[in-house]
C-alpha cells in the first residue's frame, strides 16, 4: 500500500514516565530536548524520546517542535485523538511551518478527514519557498487516490511528476490508476519507470504480473512471477502468483 510522506521519525512503539519535577520556564532547554527527542524516535528508542518531549513541554508547554513530534508519535502508534490534539496545539503556536502543515495533512488524510486534510496541504502549496511541493502533490494524489477520487488523484500525483519525474510512489500509484482504466500502455510505461527508480516490492512486482497478463505477454509474466517468488516467497502477491498459475 502506497503511503503518504510525513516527517521521517521510526516508531515501533512507546511508553514514558511523567517527570515528577516541575522545571522553570526555558525555551531554549525545551527545543534542546525537543530535538533530542526526535533523535532518539529517529533510533527508535521511543521510552527516551516520549521522556524527553514531555521534559520539552515542561521546559515550554508551547514549543511546537515538541508538540509536532509528540504529534507524529501519536499518530504513528494509532492514538488519532492524541495526534489531532497535539497538531493543533503545535499550529497554535507555530508561525507558519509548512512540514507541519504537510503533516497534519497525512494524518487527517489518514482519518478520512479529506476536506480538512486538503486545508493543510494547500497551505503547503501557497508556500513559495517549500523546498518539497512536489512530496505535497504526491501526498494529495495518493489522497486522492485511496479515497477513490481517481480523477483527482491522476491530477495532482501527474503534477509531482511534472516537478520530479523520478518520484517512485507517484509512478507506481499512476500505473494502478492507468490499469484500472484499461490504459495498458500507460500503466506499462509507468511500471517500467517506477522499476528504473526504486528498488522492487510484492506490490511492484504483483502489478507488473497484473498489467502484462492484460497484455497476455506470458513470458513477462512468468519473469514478474519468478522474481516474486524469489525475493518475496512469503508475501500474499506470492500467494496470488502461486494460484494464478495453478488455474
Known amino acids: ?42 533510533r527508535g528508542n521511543n521510552t527516551v524520546a516520549l521522556n524527553k518531549l514531555n521534559r520539552a513541554l515542561e521546559f515550554n ?34 508561525l507558519n511551518d ?7 495533512g497525512v494524518f487527517l488524510c489518514g482519518e478520512k478527514r479529506i476536506d480538512d486534510a486538503m486545508v493543510q496541504f494547500e497551505k503547503v502549496l501557497k508556500d513559495p519557498v517549500y523546498r518539497y511541493p512536489a512530496q505535497v502533490y504526491e501526498n494529495l494524489g495518493i489522497c486522492m487516490a485511496q479515497n477513490g477520487q481517481m480523477v483527482e488523484a491522476e ?11 523520478k518520484l517512485p510512489k507517484s509512478l507506481f500509484e499512476l500505473s494502478k490508476i492507468s490499469l484500472s482504466n484499461d490504459k495498458l500502455f500507460s500503466a506499462r510505461a509507468f511500471i517500467n519507470r517506477y522499476e528504473e ?13 497484473e498489467i502484462e497478463k492484460k497484455f497476455n505477454n506470458h513470458e513477462a509474466v512468468k519473469k514478474y512471477g519468478e522474481q516474486l517468488l524469489e525475493k518475496f516467497p ?4 506470492a500467494e496470488k502468483y502461486h494460484r494464478l498459475t495453478k488455474r
Open 155 to 165: 491530477r495532482n500525483l501527474r503534477k509531482a511528476l511534472s516537478i520530479n519525474p
Open 197 to 209: 527508480n526504486s528498488e522492487q516490492s510484492a506490490e511492484s512486482l504483483w502489478l507488473g504480473v
Open 61 to 94: 508547554p508551547k514549543s511546537a517542535n515538541a508538540h509536532h513530534y509528540i504529534a507524529e508519535l501519536y499518530r504513528r502508534v494509532d492514538k488519532p485523538e492524541d495526534a489531532d490534539r497535539h497538531y493543533r496545539l503545535a499550529i497554535d503556536n507555530s
Open 98 to 104: 509548512s512540514a507541519l502543515f504537510n503533516n497534519y
Open 234 to 237: 512469503l508475501s500474499d502477491e
Open 1 to 42: 500500500m502506497v503511503r503518504l510522506i510525513a516527517i521521517t521519525l521510526f516508531l515501533v512503539g512507546c511508553a514514558g514516565t511523567p517527570n515528577q519535577t516541575k522545571l522553570s520556564y526555558n525555551p531554549k532547554a525545551a527545543e534542546a530536548n525537543a530535538e533530542l527527542g526526535k533523535s532518539y524516535m529517529q
